[in-house]
């Protein structure tokens, strides 16, 4: 198989469909391409809605066994194809709020023939109204946790080499790490690195895949000629900022730092983080400016990375025997 693309549904199975046509008119010229669509046990009906309104012979539709996040839903379809007769070559992920152009899908399957270095490459992602998303980023460090947190442009200008989320390129070019909407993976990266790891439910994932796939030789390149339309956010919430921050992005983003930099590199990162974020409120109120954050943000950070009792789970795991 030249192509397996992955759609993750959540409770939006109304536009996980419109998501679907989308895809599969971008999948037309390619002949060799199956499609996943995987409900997160979303237990609203998604399921059967699905299954009765995708019928089409290149695309088959599962339920996963529980919502385990972002990435355990992606794995449960990847793993299945991995495992089968025909591997693909390539894995494409698309979020369920993401509509490809025409022409996007078979641009990103272009590029990676070409540039047999390249293991994973992403889209150029743009809201409804034609603004570009940012989705080319440099890796967090514990100095771009400062600069995020502060947002003082004279300390950005001082730390501009560790911002995560610089300007977007003007053209196709090699990046640290692309977000997940609209992301193709060389099936040779997840033979050597795995798959996402499972243990982020939401966010951080595609970071932590981007920087295994660097340090065992690969590069991640954001694809101009690709484009998707993104609406962003739709099965999370996370755009609406009356609610507080989910617990689930401070879990995944200890769980990052913890796993790729260490103990002492997240303490650092912690402390800088909310050293910015009492700088910038200082300023805020001095400014009489109001803050753009999430309710009780840098509250509930401490309260999750300061903490005497030991991190909660980033996610509820069921029990399984050890033959499943």
Not at 95 to 105: E, I, L, T
Not at 235 to 250: A, E, M, V
Request: proline share 6%.
């Amino acid at each position: 198989m030249k192509l397996l693309a992955v759609i993750l549904n959540y409770k939006t199975p109304d536009m996980t469909l419109e998501a679907l046509d989308a895809l599969l008119r971008a999948l037309a010229p390619i002949a060799d391409a199956r499609v996943a669509v995987v409900d997160n046990d979303s237990r609203d009906g998604s399921f059967e809605k699905l299954r009765r309104r995708a019928v089409c012979g290149r695309v088959q539709v599962l339920a996963s066994d529980y919502n385990g996040g972002f990435a355990y839903g992606n794995n449960f379809a990847i793993e299945r194809a991995l495992a089968g007769d025909d591997p693909p070559e390539y894995v494409y992920l698309l979020n369920s709020d993401a509509f490809p152009a025409p022409g996007c899908v078979e641009a990103l399957v272009d590029f990676l023939d070409a540039h047999p270095e390249a293991g994973i490459a992403g889209s150029y992602v743009h809201g409804p109204d034609a603004v570009p998303h940012k989705t080319a980023f440099r890796f967090h460090s514990i100095w771009s946790e400062l600069e995020t947190s502060l947002g003082v442009g004279l300390v950005s200008k001082l730390l501009s080499r560790w911002i995560v989320a610089p300007p977007l390129p003007a053209g196709t070019c090699p990046v640290d790490w692309l977000a997940g909407a609209s992301m193709m993976i060389r099936r040779r990266v997840l033979e050597d690195v795995g798959l996402l790891d499972d243990g982020f439910f939401m966010y951080y994932e595609e970071t932590d895949l981007c920087l295994r796939a660097r340090r065992a030789g690969w590069t991640s390149w954001y694809v101009t000629e690709s484009s998707v339309t993104h609406i962003g956010a739709a099965s999370t919430g996370l755009k609406d900022r009356n609610r507080p921050t989910p617990p689930f992005w401070f879990a995944s983003r200890r769980r990052f730092f913890l796993k790729n930099h260490g103990r002492a590199a997240l303490w650092a990162a912690n402390v800088l983080y909310v050293l910015g974020a009492s700088l910038r409120r200082v300023r805020d109120f001095v400014q009489r400016r109001e803050t753009d954050d999430f309710p009780r943000h840098l509250r509930d950070f401490i309260r999750f990375n300061f903490r005497w009792r030991p991190v909660p789970e980033a996610h509820y795991r069921p029990l399984r025997s050890p033959s499943d």
